[in-house]
């Protein structure tokens, strides 16, 4: 059954390459910039490799007025495991967002995902650890004072089911909800001026994991730690049931602080599971993608930090380098085709922002 299914959507997927996808957005003639039509930053995930191609460039510029670094101002590419630090990529993308009147936000400065070896040595030091720690923090976010709108200072620390919080080098050696403290302090004390977020994912798709998410930003505001602001990635599928982006993003704002949200892109494969043709699989997409505007677009103005898409066209997606489940050349996740066109979905956030600014 499975291989039928698969057969029929790679059938469809291949009928709608010779047809021209996207005939939709074809008609509707030359796109206005995305950012000419929001009175609040519209952003795009970037690496360097791609900002050196003048198309990207250009197009990249044009419609976007936020970058996040993708992957080039984290713990990954900064920390080396001698425990030095490098900033030659982050400080490029500084200064492309400078250089074209963009708002820089930066992410992430403590990430379970990122599992250094100059913090691993480290491990069971104690204040050794924590210093290195604050130093960290300190060095990377005071570097970029002034540059950084915000910070996602604390990434994805509910565990992937929602039950719970994740273990991590950082939970294990400094405490759970300690680590997410020290961090919140240890960025406002590096820049004072930058909004501190705390940021994660499957909060619209998974409800448990929004709710354990919402118990620990309650505990860590009762602590006082400066969380000025809430990421909801929105790493969502084609399958999401509509309203269920509504929901979390009015629920989130509940708290009153800024709502980022920080990844959104829409995959078809990982809908694939869903017995219908491409043409329905786009439509789904193209109000899924709506419908996260009209959301974010509805909040109160202080809440409407940015509205982040999760790469500029969909070669340049994460999830077609994906390790575990990557996703095949026809999963278009993203605003732009291949050769920078607006697709249906750019339309879709763009219809849903007219007439707001
Ligand atoms: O460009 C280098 C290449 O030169 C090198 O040969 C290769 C192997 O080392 O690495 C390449 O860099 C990779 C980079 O993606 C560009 O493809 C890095 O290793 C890889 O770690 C990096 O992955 C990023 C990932 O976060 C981990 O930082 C993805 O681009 C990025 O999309 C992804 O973004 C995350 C968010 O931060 C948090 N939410 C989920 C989201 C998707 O996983």
């Known amino acids: 059954m499975r291989l039928a299914r698969r057969s029929f959507l790679a059938a469809a997927a291949a009928l709608a390459a010779c047809k021209g996808r996207d005939a939709g957005a074809q008609s509707r003639g030359p796109a206005p910039p995305l950012k000419s039509l929001a009175p609040w930053p519209v952003g795009c995930a970037v690496m360097t490799s791609e900002l050196a191609d003048p198309a990207y460039a250009q197009l990249l510029s044009r419609h976007f007025s936020q970058l996040t670094p993708e992957w080039e101002m984290k713990m990954e590419y900064i920390l080396k495991d001698d425990g030095t630090f490098r900033f030659d990529r982050p400080d490029a993308i500084a200064a492309f967002a400078r250089q074209h009147g963009m708002r820089l936000y930066a992410t992430t400065l ?18 050794g650890f924590a210093d290195a720690y604050r130093n960290y923090i300190l060095a990377v976010a005071g570097r970029y ?3 950084a709108a915000g ?3 604390v990434n994805e620390a509910v565990a992937e089911d929602g039950e719970g919080l994740r273990d991590c080098i950082w939970s294990r050696n400094l405490g759970q909800d300690d680590y997410m403290v020290r961090a919140f302090e240890h960025a406002q004390e590096a820049d004072p001026g930058a909004v501190l977020f705390i940021n994660d994912y499957n909060l619209e798709s998974l409800p448990r994991k929004r709710a354990t998410f919402m118990r620990l930003v309650e505990r860590l505001l009762k602590r006082g730690a400066p969380l000025k602001g809430i990421g909801t990635q929105t790493h969502i599928d084609a399958k999401l049931q509509p309203g269920a982006l509504t929901t979390a993003i009015r629920e989130l704002a509940g708290f009153g602080l800024p709502i980022h949200v920080s990844e959104l892109d829409v995959s078809l494969n990982r809908a694939a599971g869903l017995l219908t043709d491409r043409i329905d699989l786009e439509a789904r997409q ?12 509805a909040l109160p103005e202080r809440q409407r930090f940015a509205f982040t898409i999760w790469g500029l066209r969909d070669k340049d997606s994460w999830l077609r380098g ?5 996703s095949p050349p026809w999963d278009t996740p993203l605003l732009f085709d291949d050769l920078g066109n607006p697709k249906t979905t750019f339309w879709a956030v763009a219809d849903a922002w007219r007439g707001r600014k």
């Open 110 to 127: 403590i990430w379970y995902a990122q599992n250094p070896p100059a913090f691993q040595k480290l491990g069971g030091t104690g204040q």
């Open 145 to 147: 004072r002034g540059q």
């Open 286 to 297: 193209a109000r899924l993608y709506g419908e996260a505007a009209e959301a974010f677009a």
């Open 151 to 153: 910070w996602d200072t």
């Open 322 to 326: 994906e390790k575990e489940n990557p």
